[in-house]
């Protein structure tokens, strides 16, 4: 032990380098690489069984996934097509709403404010010591007729678009005149049916009629004593009809004649309007700041059996005009007079919207 550690204390200090036996360590060096290679090689082995179970069981799946991935933008650009759709209908069904809404929310108010003006009315009459119902106020009575004459009106406009496009598909399909002059003479009597309830109405309430309170905004604007003038709706239909050159002068003459009835017609609202007047400012006190009103109660009578005239002259105009006509003109005369009634009516709707709407 103790010349051995001699030696190599010696051989260190000396610094003398003694190499190891190449051989022994090839040997062992050889040895590691044989056991190295065959590790790696069974490792790949292992990699490559691994890789090709893992193809076996792919080979279906990426055309499969890609399939399904192509599906995925077409499914997802139907549906959002459906639901902008089901939006754009809903839409539509709140504006109809909101439209109806507010016409009904007009009406109502309308009712209110004349339910407060006869309300005041009566009370000062009972104030002087007059009986209400004696002088054309029968409360109760009053708006319940004019309830049903409103109620009785949105029908008839209902049936009148309906009538209307009856006499359109009628005249597209090649009804025979018979057939044809049978819808007309049905929608002449539908407009009959309208004066009819417009003269029970003006009983009971003539001022309520006169004012149009029950026809859209834009329909008033046209508006001559509870209605149309026949004179000027002619002149809006009669260049929209082919005529032969007697049909064309014998409704020349008819809108002279319909000018001649209007005339007199706004002469005697104008003679009844200042008669009125005077009633009202000739009133006997009564006492209690009442005044006698009779007169100017009878004066209003008149104002009754104006406006039936004027409905008179109208329905008139109405037949004397269709007998002038070919059954198919008779029927695009009637498609035509309803379509610019109704026109009218969705202006109106167009406008009240415009209104509501935020600026």
Same mark, same amino acid.
């Given at each position: 032990?103790?010349?051995?550690?001699?030696?190599?204390?010696?051989?260190?200090?000396?610094?003398?380098?003694?190499?190891?036996?190449?051989?022994?360590?090839?040997?062992?060096?050889?040895?590691?690489?044989?056991?190295?290679?065959?590790?790696?090689?069974?490792?790949?082995?292992?990699?490559?069984?691994?890789?090709?179970?893992?193809?076996?069981?792919?080979?279906?799946?990426?055309? @499969?996934?890609?399939?399904?991935?192509? #599906?995925?933008?077409? $499914?997802?650009? +139907?549906? =959002? /097509?459906? %639901?902008?759709?089901?939006?754009?209908?809903?839409?539509?069904?709140?504006?109809?709403?909101?439209?109806?809404?507010?016409?009904?929310?007009?009406?109502?108010?309308?009712?209110?404010?004349?339910?407060?003006?006869?309300?005041?009315?009566?009370?000062?009459?009972?104030?002087?010591?007059?009986?209400?119902?004696?002088?054309?106020?029968?409360?109760?009575?009053?708006?319940?007729?004019?309830?049903?004459?409103?109620?009785?009106?949105?029908?008839?406009?209902?049936?009148?678009?309906?009538?209307?496009? @009856?006499?359109?598909?009628?005249?597209? #399909?090649?009804?025979? $005149?018979?057939? +044809?002059? =049978? /819808?007309? %003479?049905?929608?002449?009597?539908?407009?009959?049916?309208?004066?009819?309830?417009?003269?029970?109405?003006?009983?009971?309430?003539?001022?309520?009629?006169?004012?149009?309170?029950?026809?859209?905004?834009?329909?008033?604007?046209?508006?001559?004593?509870?209605?149309?003038?026949?004179?000027?709706?002619?002149?809006?239909?009669?260049?929209?009809?082919?005529?032969?050159?007697?049909?064309?002068?014998?409704?020349?003459?008819?809108?002279?004649?319909?000018?001649?009835?209007?005339?007199?017609?706004?002469?005697?609202?104008?003679?009844?309007?200042?008669?009125?007047?005077?009633?009202?400012?000739?009133?006997?006190?009564?006492?209690?700041?009442?005044?006698?009103?009779?007169?100017?109660?009878?004066?209003?009578?008149?104002?009754?059996?104006?406006?039936?005239?004027?409905?008179?002259?109208?329905?008139?105009?109405?037949?004397?005009?269709?007998?002038?006509?070919?059954?198919?003109?008779?029927?695009?005369?009637?498609?035509?007079?309803?379509?610019?009634?109704?026109?009218?009516?969705?202006?109106?709707?167009?406008?009240?919207?415009?209104?509501?709407?935020?600026?």
């Amino acid at each position: 032990m103790n010349s051995s550690s001699t030696q190599y204390l010696n051989s260190k200090r000396m610094e003398v380098y003694e190499p190891m036996n190449p051989f022994s360590m090839w040997g062992d060096f050889k040895g590691n690489i044989y056991q190295d290679a065959a590790m790696i090689i069974e490792v790949d082995a292992k990699l490559e069984n691994q890789l090709s179970e893992d193809n076996s069981h792919t080979t279906h799946g990426p055309s @499969n996934q890609c399939d399904q991935e192509a #599906s995925k933008p077409v $499914d997802k650009v +139907l549906r =959002r /097509l459906a %639901q902008n759709r089901e939006a754009a209908r809903k839409s539509r069904l709140r504006k109809k709403a909101y439209v109806q809404q507010l016409e009904a929310s007009r009406l109502k108010l309308l009712h209110l404010e004349q339910e407060l003006e006869q309300t005041k009315a009566q009370c000062a009459l009972m104030r002087g010591g007059v009986n209400a119902s004696q002088l054309g106020f029968p409360g109760a009575a009053t708006h319940a007729g004019i309830a049903a004459f409103e109620i009785e009106y949105e029908q008839w406009v209902d049936l009148q678009n309906k009538k209307t496009n @009856n006499l359109k598909t009628a005249l597209n #399909s090649g009804m025979d $005149d018979t057939e +044809l002059d =049978r /819808l007309v %003479q049905d929608a002449l009597n539908h407009y009959a049916n309208l004066f009819n309830i417009k003269a029970t109405v003006a009983k009971a309430d003539v001022c309520y009629l006169i004012s149009g309170v029950w026809k859209t905004s834009i329909e008033r604007l046209f508006l001559w004593i509870g209605g149309f003038r026949p004179s000027e709706l002619l002149k809006v239909l009669v260049p929209q009809l082919q005529l032969l050159d007697h049909q064309s002068h014998d409704l020349y003459n008819l809108i002279q004649a319909c000018q001649q009835a209007e005339d007199s017609l706004s002469q005697g609202m104008e003679k009844l309007q200042q008669t009125l007047a005077e009633a009202v400012a000739c009133g006997q006190a009564l006492g209690g700041g009442c005044y006698e009103m009779r007169n100017a109660m009878d004066k209003l009578e008149e104002l009754v059996r104006l406006v039936i005239q004027a409905d008179y002259v109208r329905h008139e105009t109405l037949q004397q005009t269709l007998r002038n006509l070919t059954p198919r003109q008779a029927a695009q005369g009637l498609i035509s007079l309803g379509e610019y009634l109704q026109r009218l009516r969705d202006l109106s709707s167009t406008w009240a919207m415009r209104l509501c709407e935020p600026a």
